[in-house]
């Protein structure tokens, strides 16, 4: 109990100083924006508190259970990059009795980048199934959250986990039990996954690790990621503009508070929230999978625009529902993830 007595204290008085400082010197601001402000601040400032219980809760680890078709279990990544230490857990899913070689899928789970987890409901079955159906090995990779860790860790963990994969294929670490096509490499998330996808694919396809080079613990030349095939961006947080992201939800403005950092200015941050760079050229085909309501469909539509006006081969497929839509059980869903497979099989 007197491990949260400090914290209390300390977002009483910062909440209490936001209220008195938004009443007198703005005005100007309306009473609705001020009153969300403190909301947003209120819920960014205690969430950290409770994030790792909620994250339990609504999350719990599901030890891997294989089945008659699918081969399960969890691996440690090394972390390559940065002098962090945490663990890079990711699930493998490997299908059963399949001769020829197979693809390769990385999986980057949703949650706003505080929450979720590829080892744990819904991604546990929905990961399942994308290994049974499409005869492909799935990793669902288990990347560092916020507040914990911030911006731009989990895209170290990504590019790791990547680095890894490429590893295993040429038999430097753990083999998989099936034979990999390195030929067939699908980089796939939903939401604040899709966003560290844009990414990895980016760094991926140009050799350019940007602000990750400054960090890495070993040569850049001696991890070449293998050749991404397919980028699959279910709902990415992408905002067109700057002021567009500002005006969105509460519950954005939570999640970017708690999850950006001092490298927001960094040209891979914008890139991805904001959809402004110019390195677009030729990216990895694209399939954007996109809900009628979410609250990123312009952002995602800008972002379509521009890979397809520079070149890259963009697919965008839109569903109703809401947003996070995806990882819901209704026909929408359903239908958005049976394209996938079906998308996955015809690489």
Same mark, same amino acid.
Do not use: W
């Given at each position: ?18 209220? @008195? ?6 005005? !100007?601001?309306?009473?609705?924006? +001020? ?22 809760? &609504? ?39 399949? +001769?020829?070689? @197979? ?13 979720? #987890?590829?080892? #744990? ?27 914990? &860790? ?6 170290? *963990? ?22 990999? *096509? ?62 567009? &992201? ?6 954005? !403005? ?19 929230? &904001? ?18 309501? /979410? ?15 520079? /070149?890259? +081969?963009?697919?965008? +497929? ?30």
């Amino acid at each position: 109990m007197t491990n949260y007595v400090v914290p209390v204290i300390y977002s009483s008085v910062a909440i209490i100083s936001l209220i @008195v400082g938004l009443f007198l010197i703005e005005p !100007q601001t309306s009473v609705e924006t +001020k009153l969300q402000r403190i909301v947003c601040f209120c819920i960014t400032k205690t969430l950290p508190l409770v994030a790792k219980r909620l994250q339990a809760h &609504y999350y719990p680890i599901i030890p891997p259970k294989s089945n008659s078709n699918v081969l399960k279990y969890d691996i440690l990544v090394p972390d390559i990059v940065h002098q962090m230490k945490h663990d890079i857990v990711a699930r493998v899913f490997e299908p059963r009795g399949v +001769k020829e070689p @197979v693809k390769i899928i990385l999986y980057f789970h949703g949650g706003s980048n505080v929450m979720g #987890s590829a080892r #744990s409901e819904p991604y546990e079955s929905i990961l399942t199934e994308l290994c049974q159906e499409t005869k492909s090995i799935v990793i669902g990779v288990d990347y560092a959250l916020a507040p914990d &860790y911030r911006f731009p860790i989990a895209i170290y *963990d990504a590019y790791s986990t990547l680095a890894y994969v490429n590893r295993i294929y040429q038999k430097k670490d753990h083999a998989f039990t099936a034979r990999v *096509d390195s030929s067939k490499v699908v980089l796939a998330g939903d939401e604040a996954g899709a966003s560290i996808v844009i990414a990895l694919a980016r760094i991926a396809k140009t050799k350019q690790l940007m602000y990750l080079e400054r960090y890495m613990r070993t040569e850049v030349g001696n991890v070449v990621p293998l050749n991404i095939t397919l980028q699959v961006l279910i709902e990415p947080d992408i905002i067109e503009t700057t002021k567009d &992201y500002l005006n969105t939800s509460m519950r954005l !403005q939570v999640t970017r508070n708690l999850y950006q950092s001092r490298f927001v200015e960094n040209p891979m941050y914008q890139a991805i929230r &904001y959809a402004q760079d110019s390195q677009y050229i030729n990216l990895s085909d694209t399939v954007i999978m996109q809900s009628g309501n /979410g609250l990123f469909r312009n952002g995602t539509e800008h972002y379509a625009g521009l890979l397809s006006q520079n /070149g890259t +081969k963009v697919t965008l +497929k839109r569903y109703q529902g809401e947003q996070n839509f995806f990882v819901s059980d209704t026909k929408s869903a359903r239908q958005a993830r049976r394209d996938l497979i079906e998308i996955i099989k015809n690489i």
